[in-house]
Structures are given as structure tokens and as C-alpha cells.
């Protein structure tokens, strides 16, 4: 379908990214992101909602690009004839073909870009996951038990699964668990399932990641989430949906807290310091 009307209905819809981050539902919609965003503080959540999110650095840019030509879909990514950004005329272009919505690579970075993309592909499973599907679909469906409509831009949909392509600097399987906890992934594999499964009426989608290296030879793990990981982010996601809805009817949306807090040292570091010290 094409862009929602005043008339929001549940539903897959084929629109540019740009949109879809502006939130193209009429009163306001939450997304795996803004879910994890509400649950740290919905007062930054709801300012970034209202003044935009910063600029996206270098390195996001240049993730945005491989998954462009990983997925075949995406803004246009456009190798520039210098090789750097120093002189005033490259930061002319570069500004250019931003505004225009593409992607401006340096030549050196265009052929990385390439590369991983031919390193996903040549990955077993990787390539049986986007060997057929469709790339980039939103999906917008509105929550039974809060009435706050949801979203979420799903990286490739196919048969096999709903996955979702991430680049990174460690592929390892314990850089992997930290970088699932530390942003969130436990919550959007739920979230991207909850809107298969209101959409579509799948209840037995699998979610699948392919997390592949920035440096050569660009290794490529995919993974799946534990069911109990999986219920875990999917109570997190309830309770972000619950924060929502109590923000948006009373119009607060709370920061940090008003009174003073009383912290203690992290577990692991008050464990290393009572061997070191009290031992």
C-alpha cells in the first residue's frame, strides 16, 4: 500500500525511509526505537520527536550505504571522484548529494562496500535468507491492549524469516551478546514480530540477524534469538507501549526523576574491588 491516509489502517506499506522516520501515522506512532528510547527517559524520546534526531555520523552513513546495496534497496549510494573530504569542492558535492538523498562514499570506501556486500551474499545462510523476499516494508498496526499504533521498517521479509542486516566491528558471538543488550535488539526482533503477526496473522515467524564485520574479509554470523530473550524484550516493548500511552493522554513526559538517587558500585566492579582491597 502507499502512504497512510487520516484514516490509519493496519497494514504493509511501500514508502521511502524518510517518511517512514517522520512517522507517517496522523497523531503520532511508536517504533522499536522510540520504544527503547521512551523506556530510558521519554522526556529525550518526545524531544527528539518534536526537534528531529541529530545528524547521522560518518560511520552510520557508510553502514546505510552497504545495506543499501546488501538489500538492493535504499537511497542511491555515489562513489565520489575524491579521496577526501578536505577540500572545500568535495564538501560541495558531498553537501549535494546529501541534499538530493543519497549517499556520498570516497572511492576507497565505495569498494569496502562492495566487498561486504559480496561477502554477505557468498555466506551460506545469509544468501538463503535474502535470496527471495521484499526489502525495506513498514508495517503499521495499532496495539489491542494500550490503542497506541506501532511501526516498524522491516530490512527483508521472506518466507524463511523476518530478518534484519546490521554491520558492526566484532562479529564474535560475545561482542554480539553485549551489542544485543546494549541497544535493544531483544526488544526489535519482538516488536518486528508483533507486526508480522497483526498484519499478516503469522504467528510462527522466525527473526533472524546477519551481523557482518567492517574489516576484511568481512566475516558474516547470523544468529537467532532465545526464546527467553525474546520474552523479555517483548515485556520490555509492553511497558514501553504503556509509557507511551500514559505519556501521550496526559501530555508529561517524564526525565530522570525529580529526587536524588542512591547508587552503588556495579556489581562486577564492587566484586573486583572487594578481591583487590578487602581480600
Sequence with gaps: MSAPTAEVVPGVYDIPAEQ???DPVP????????????????AKFHHEREHGSPAPADHMEFGTAVHSIVLG???DVVCVDWDDWRKKDAQAERAEIRAAGGVPLLPAQYDQAQAMATAVHKHPRAAELLAAGEAEQTFIW?????GVWCRSRVDWLSPLAVTDYKTCSDASLEAIQQSIYRWGYHQQAPWYLDGVRAVLGTADMKFEFIFQEKDPPYLVRTVQLSADALLLGSARNRRA???YAECQRTGIWPGYGETTHYLSLPPWAADRDAQEYLS
Design 20 to 22: 517512514y522516520h517522520a
Design 27 to 42: 497523531g503520532g506512532s511508536l517504533s522499536s526505537t522510540g520504544a527503547r528510547k521512551i523506556l530510558a527517559a521519554p
Design 73 to 75: 534497496d535504499g537511497p
Design 142 to 146: 495499532r496495539d489491542d491492549a494500550t
Design 241 to 243: 507501549r504503556e509509557v
